[in-house]
């Protein structure tokens, strides 16, 4: 299957390009976000017909999002543009969102069938984004991820030991619990899809995808920090992690996770399995 990937210099981007060249299962047309700045509907309409490609996956959004980087209205509206190319040449579009669709205000896994709720800015645009992708494209399939992290990039990994390696202190959420996902793992997820979609399945819809245990942001520095360790002279204790002051409101964006497995057989995995390998990854490109 010809696969054009738009958002290749994103963390879950380039990891889904390292892993399809490792497997050979899939012919690829890769462009970065930079090359996706469309000013017009027309030069998006172009690319993705000009791309003869059977699938279109969009990283470029979840990054935004999980990166802190502003989505602006005209990030959706090129999204948008993208949705009605995929309708009009007849392929599927695979649309990454996030879990940060959510409030996290249920204390149960949220699933598919649960409603955006979240207020924030960055919360809404993503909720609006996947609308207008469900809404000009027939052939859809929106896979939300828990927040993605990887050895480069900006993400959870890269965000953290930036100020621990300069021996400051981390004030971290203790109370907003998720599902990190290591971008590797989202990169098998995605490629799984990809090759049960070769198949001719048509399971057009919403998705979702986290890991098998959840965490806090406090957690889950905690055994960043404790992998880290192994190769700067800071230990556990020479950087102090300070969780924020108590009497916050718990907050939950776990994903259910039923619908991705009973359908494309994809099992969850635990995000701690990969910490070690990317710190390791991470210090080995500074």
Not at 138 to 165: A, D, V, W
Request: hydrophobic residues 35%; charged residues 25%.
């Amino acid at each position: 299957m010809r696969v054009l990937l738009l958002g290749t210099d994103t963390p879950l981007g380039q990891a889904l390009v390292d892993y399809q060249e490792t497997l050979g299962r899939h012919e690829g047309n890769f462009l970065s976000r930079s090359a996706c700045r469309w000013k017009s509907e027309r030069q998006a309409k172009k690319v993705v017909t000009r791309a003869k490609c059977d699938i279109v996956v969009d990283v470029r959004i979840e990054a935004a999002g999980d990166g802190g980087d502003p989505i602006q209205e005209l990030d959706l509206k090129r999204c948008h543009w993208v949705a009605k190319a995929c309708q009009r040449n007849k392929i599927p579009y695979l649309y990454i969102s996030s879990s940060r669709v959510f409030s996290g205000q249920l204390e149960r896994p949220y699933s598919e069938d649960d409603l955006p709720d979240n207020e924030e800015t960055v919360g809404q645009l993503l909720a609006n984004a996947e609308q207008l992708v469900s809404d000009s494209c027939e052939r859809h399939l929106i896979l939300r991820l828990g927040p993605i992290f990887s050895y480069e990039g900006t993400n959870l990994i890269t965000q953290m030991l930036g100020p621990m390696l300069q021996g400051g202190s981390l004030v971290l959420d203790n109370n907003l619990r998720g599902c990190p996902v290591a971008a590797q793992d989202g990169a098998r997820v995605v490629s799984a899809l990809l090759d049960q979609l070769s198949t001719g399945m048509q399971p057009w819809g919403i998705f979702h995808y986290g890991s098998s245990d959840t965490s806090t942001y406090y957690e889950f520095a905690e055994a960043l920090l404790a992998a880290a360790s192994q190769f700067s002279e800071f230990t556990a204790s020479a950087v102090q992690l300070e969780r924020e002051p108590d009497g916050l409101v718990p907050l939950n964006r776990a994903l259910e996770c039923g619908k991705i497995r009973s359908t494309f057989a994809i099992k969850q995995v635990p995000w701690r399995s990969a910490v070690a390998d990317i710190v390791k990854q991470y210090y080995a490109r500074q």
